[in-house]
Structures are given as structure tokens and as C-alpha cells.
């Protein structure tokens, strides 16, 4: 089962609103990624995080890897009609050889007309 | 750059019946990956493929599920028999390694309902 908790599960927000959302496990993490999944579309990678700390953006989007490896954080500035879809994070854990990738379920991004 | 392609977009069955997907990496993509996501819920990972070898299949269910990348290019994943509980959609993605840094490239996905 899945092993990462994503929140909040969805937000309304009025267009122009800056916008938080962040994942937490109970396991360590060495990769936290950021996608986004528009309806009809498989994910899309936004962000990648490699180090303890890391803080990177990509335009509007900036996202942080937790100090303790266990978190990450998503920050959207300025929505905008574009942003709807669902966010997911997934992380990869330290050691093993496949590399899989755990996900969270998703944060739903709906703004309100 | 072709990105990865995947059919049927849509499928519907009925329980106990057969069905096929297929999947087409991006060009030179070593490793490809067939993933379950169910309403409501982030992808699962079926099943990984390193060329034409198995990676790491632990979560597929191999009493209905198979999946085979015979020339290490194209994948086929089939369920049979179908339950209800496998309607989803099942997402291929591919990357240049199956290494700690590659980025994951999704296809569209194939929605599969089971009635």
C-alpha cells in the first residue's frame, strides 16, 4: 500500500492565490518528485529533488525537500486557470536497486470562477 | 521527440473476459514501467523492465497478470480473467536508465472499465 501522505487531498482557490500542498512519510527518502496530471494524460514531472534541504523552482512552482528526508513541500504563486489537475508526489527511499517510486493519492487543484 | 505511446485509450469489457495493452517507449528508452492507478489514487508500479528483462514485478498480481517486452523495445501487459476491481488506468512510462536520477516519461494511459 502506499506509504506517503498527501495533503490537503483537494483545494478550492480563487485564481490569482498562492497555493500549498506537501507530502509525508514515516520512511526516509534519497528522491522526492513533484507531477502534475491533467485529466486524460499521464503525470508529468514538475520538480525534482535530489539533496536534504534543496530548495528548487520552476517558474511559478517551488518546491523543498525536508531536512528530516521524510517530507516535501509544493508552492504554487499566482494560480492560474492553467494549474487545475491533480499534484502528486512520489519518493524514491534510500538503498534497493529498482529505484521504484512510492506516490502519494494526490492533491486535487480546482479554482473556483 | 515521440513520447510514449500507448492503446487502446479506452476499454471496456466484461468480468472474466481477456485483455491486452501495448505499450511504445520513447526511442532508446531502456527501461519501461506498466503502473496501475485506480480512481482517487496515485500510480502503483506493476511491473518494471530493464531491456527485455524483469526488474521488479512484486506487485503484480501474476495469478491474472502478465506482461512481456520480448525485444526490449515494446510492452504487452494482459490481464486474464478480468475482475471488477481491475478497472483502472493503467499508465506505461519509460526512461533513458532505470538509475536514481531518470526522470519517468508517461504515456497517455489506457482506462479499462470491467463491468
Known amino acids: 500500500g502506499q506509504q506517503l501522505n498527501q495533503s490537503p487531498q483537494s483545494m478550492f482557490i480563487q485564481e490569482g492565490e498562492d497555493v500549498s500542498m506537501n507530502c509525508t512519510s514515516s520512511?526516509?527518502?534519497?528522491?522526492w518528485l513533484w507531477y502534475k496530471q491533467d485529466p486524460g494524460e499521464g503525470p508529468v514531472l514538475l520538480i525534482a529533488?535530489?539533496?536534504a534541504g534543496e530548495l528548487t523552482s520552476n517558474g511559478r512552482l517551488t518546491a523543498q525537500f525536508g531536512i528530516t528526508r521524510k517530507d516535501s513541500f509544493l508552492n504554487i504563486s499566482a494560480s492560474i486557470p492553467s494549474d487545475v489537475g491533480i499534484y502528486f508526489c512520489?519518493?524514491?527511499?534510500?538503498?534497493?536497486?529498482?529505484?521504484?517510486?512510492?506516490w502519494g493519492a494526490g492533491t486535487k487543484l480546482i479554482i473556483k470562477p | 521527440e515521440a513520447g510514449v505511446a500507448q492503446s487502446p485509450r479506452y476499454k471496456i469489457i466484461e468480468k472474466r473476459q481477456s485483455v491486452a495493452f501495448w505499450c511504445n517507449p520513447i526511442?532508446?528508452?531502456?527501461?519501461l514501467y506498466w503502473y496501475q492507478q485506480i480512481l482517487g489514487q496515485g500510480p502503483k508500479l506493476l511491473i518494471q523492465?530493464?531491456?527485455?528483462?524483469?526488474?521488479?514485478d512484486s506487485q503484480l498480481p501474476k495469478d491474472r497478470f502478465s506482461a512481456e517486452r520480448l525485444k526490449g523495445v515494446d510492452s504487452t501487459l494482459k490481464i486474464q480473467p478480468a475482475k471488477l476491481e481491475d478497472s483502472a488506468v493503467y499508465l506505461c512510462?519509460?526512461?533513458?536508465?532505470?538509475?536514481?536520477?531518470?526522470?519517468?516519461?508517461f504515456g497517455p494511459g489506457t482506462r479499462l472499465t470491467v463491468l
Open positions: 523492465f530493464q531491456n527485455n528483462g524483469v526488474v521488479d
Open positions: 526511442s532508446g528508452h531502456a527501461t
Open positions: 529533488l535530489y539533496k
Open positions: 512520489a519518493g524514491r527511499k534510500r538503498g534497493g536497486s529498482n529505484y521504484q517510486l512510492i
Open positions: 520512511s526516509i527518502f534519497n528522491t
Open positions: 512510462a519509460s526512461s533513458p536508465t532505470g538509475g536514481s536520477s531518470n526522470e519517468q516519461f
